[in-house]
């Protein structure tokens, strides 16, 4: 008998953060393919600036907690 999706979500509670990532990042490969290697690139210069930013100090980040909040108002939570 096929796993339900709330078991299989269940058995990703046991699995190590990195292993569920993993797995995440697998099944959107299937699912819908790879980044287009210039898409890949972009993105991968995008975050290495905003990374410099922060650890610069000329940027500062946001608190998750705020960010979620804020999210929260917007769509009306």
């Known amino acids: 008998m ?3 999706l709330d078991h299989f979500v269940d058995e990703t509670r046991e699995m190590p ?3 569920v990532s993993e797995l995440v990042d697998r ?3 299937a699912r819908h393919g790879g ?3 210039s898409v890949g690139a972009a993105w991968k210069t995008e ?3 905003r990374i410099a ?3 610069s100090g ?3 980040g946001v608190p998750l907690e705020a960010s ?3 999210a929260r108002k917007i769509v009306g939570l």
Do not use: N, Y
């Open 58 to 60: 000329k940027v500062e």
């Open 27 to 29: 099944i959107m490969l």
């Open 68 to 70: 979620l909040a804020r």
């Open 53 to 55: 930013e922060i650890e």
């Open 2 to 4: 096929p796993m339900s």
């Open 17 to 19: 953060a990195e292993v």
């Open 47 to 49: 975050t290495d600036r």
């Open 35 to 37: 980044l287009e290697q």
